[in-house]
């Protein structure tokens, strides 16, 4: 849709079934843009022959060349991602070693909590025990039964 037409892609007029029916092309008509030039063929036709198979043959050396240099980086490329996939493992297993340190310091802290608590509830009944001690002795600590 272009804007502020109104109108989307698929109503235009010049749309056939959503596919443009005029070709965008410039200048030239080609949709090939390569520095590729036909060998030059003079003299005998065993010459020419000659040169149609260096040509050839330059060619597969480029193309061999280019494949190797491709195949090399790619290699690269298969090296990089598996030492990135071997630090995510890495880095996975160390986040669930550290995940369960983490559980298993929580529940200590947990249990010493709770030992606490038993700690100051022993302290406190045992503290209640003295302080009616003290109150059925009549302030004293120790009672005086004569």
Avoid at 30 to 44: D, L
Wanted: glycine content about 8%; aromatic content about 8%.
């Amino acid at each position: 849709m272009a804007y502020g037409s109104g109108r989307p892609d698929w109503a235009r007029s010049d749309m056939e079934d959503g596919v443009p029916a005029r070709r965008h092309n410039s200048g030239n008509g080609s949709y090939q843009h390569s520095s590729y030039q036909a060998p030059q063929m003079q003299g005998t036709y065993s010459e020419q022959q000659t040169g149609v198979v260096e040509d050839a043959v330059r060619t597969h050396i480029q193309a061999e060349t280019t494949a190797n240099n491709v195949l090399e980086t790619m290699q690269a490329q298969r090296q990089q991602l598996q030492n990135a996939n071997e630090d995510t493992w890495n880095m996975r297993t160390n986040v669930a070693n550290a995940q369960r340190e983490l559980r298993e310091l929580q529940q200590k802290a947990w249990k010493k909590k709770q030992r606490l608590y038993a700690i100051i509830g022993m302290l406190g009944a045992v503290d209640l025990l003295l302080f009616l001690r003290i109150v059925q002795c009549g302030g004293s600590f120790f009672c005086r039964r004569y």
